[in-house]
């Protein structure tokens, strides 16, 4: 199985809402992140959490908040976001620590809205 | 801070073409990866490259990373509308973290 999964695939919410998008790989994968990407432009890095520990935060905005329950899953809360947080969220996942490649599988992604 | 350039940023050509993409950076990488990226999709992982002048093949693919693994090139033979899609290489420095490219547009025109 070598799929990442994500759900919901869309999401329309106001600013004062609070939802979460979840993430699942079966890949026995250690590393599991999270991106932001805006039309035609690169992923951005947001999160990168490596053995359910979060190692890599990219100064993101305390209203995304990620939360990884055990190996396999992935969360990110979100709470009081803005218009401009409007883009596609990817979930990805690689594998273990120590090796010179970290081949990043991705998921589809969910497509949010922030009206 | 590292950056990977790539080029052209939009390419259009008629289905039976041969296109290269480039991309360029002033820092080492110790891997480099290429993904495809269609519309309201994940991008997905074409190949991973991690020797100075490794070369890859995939079908009609051909996949360079330069000599002093600071650029790579991705070169397509007899395009097919299939091929179509956003590429994105990316640049790996032995740690979780990749350094994506400015990404380059393609698209085949039947």
């Known amino acids: 199985d070598t799929e990442v999964t994500q759900t919901p695939k869309h999401l329309v919410m106001g600013m004062t809402n609070k939802k979460s998008l979840k993430c699942e790989q079966h890949?026995?994968?250690?590393?599991m992140y999270w991106y932001k990407q805006k039309a035609k432009k690169p992923p951005e890095l947001m999160f990168v959490?490596?053995?359910?520990?979060?190692?890599i935060n990219e100064s993101v905005p305390s209203r995304f908040s990620p939360e990884c329950p055990n190996s396999s899953l992935l969360n990110l809360h979100l709470h009081a976001l803005q218009p401009e947080d409007s883009a596609l969220y990817l979930c990805?996942?690689?594998?273990?620590?120590?090796?010179?490649?970290?081949?990043?599988?991705f998921g589809p992604g969910t497509r949010l809205t922030v009206t | 801070t590292q950056l990977l350039e790539q080029s052209p940023q939009f390419l259009s050509i008629q289905e039976g073409e041969n296109l290269t993409v480039y991309c360029n950076s002033s820092?080492?990488?110790?891997?480099l990866q290429w993904y495809r990226q269609e519309p309201g999709e994940g991008p997905v992982l074409l190949v991973t490259?991690?020797?100075?002048?490794e070369v890859k093949k995939l079908k009609r693919l051909t996949f360079q990373f330069g000599d002093a693994r600071k650029d790579s090139s991705l070169h397509i033979t007899a395009a097919q509308p299939g091929d179509t899609g956003l590429y994105l290489c990316?640049?790996?420095?032995?740690?979780?973290?990749?350094?994506f490219g400015t990404g380059t547009r393609l698209t085949i025109i039947p």
């Open positions: 990316a640049g790996g420095s032995g740690n979780e973290k990749l350094t």
């Open positions: 820092s080492v990488f110790s891997s």
């Open positions: 990805a996942s690689s594998q273990d620590s120590g090796r010179i490649t970290y081949e990043q599988y």
């Open positions: 959490y490596s053995y359910e520990k979060l190692s």
């Open positions: 490259v991690v020797t100075g002048g």
């Open positions: 890949m026995g994968h250690r590393a």
